[in-house]
């Protein structure tokens, strides 16, 4: 059975900088795209950055040039490195996996949500 876990949320002030980490384990026989997504109280999960296997990233406008994603296909593991952050980037941070099995079979995976506090 595959599981993503997330690590690397906490408390940092306005401006700082802290860096999430995602590992799929389970048999997993490709990586067809992972990425993170943010929930608030009251607000729909909306997306944060993607990565498509090949190399190609979406971010949402409200982080683009702050936060980073990138991809170990190795250890199928997602990062997102986030800086200068600001108090609306608090929520409760999501992995993503668009991963498949050894008998072709995909799916979506989400981790179980890391909190990103953010104090201004």
């Known amino acids: 059975q595959v599981q993503l876990v997330e690590s690397g949320g906490g408390l940092v002030q306005a401006g700082g900088s802290l860096t999430l980490s995602c590992v799929a384990s389970?048999?997993?026989?490709?990586?067809?795209?992972m990425g993170w997504y943010r929930q608030v109280p009251g607000r729909q999960r909306e997306l944060v950055a993607h990565?498509?296997?090949?190399?190609?990233?979406t971010y949402a406008d409200s982080v683009r040039g702050r936060f980073t994603i990138s991809v170990d296909n190795t250890k199928n593991s997602v990062y997102l490195r986030m800086s200068n952050l600001m108090a609306a980037d608090t929520g409760i941070y999501y992995c993503?996996?668009?991963?498949?099995?050894?008998?072709?079979?995909?799916?979506?995976?989400w981790g179980q949500g890391t909190q990103v506090t953010v104090s201004s």
């Open positions: 993503y996996g668009d991963l498949c099995g050894t008998h072709e079979d995909c799916d979506d995976f």
């Open positions: 389970g048999s997993i026989a490709l990586n067809n795209a």
């Open positions: 990565s498509l296997n090949g190399g190609r990233t």
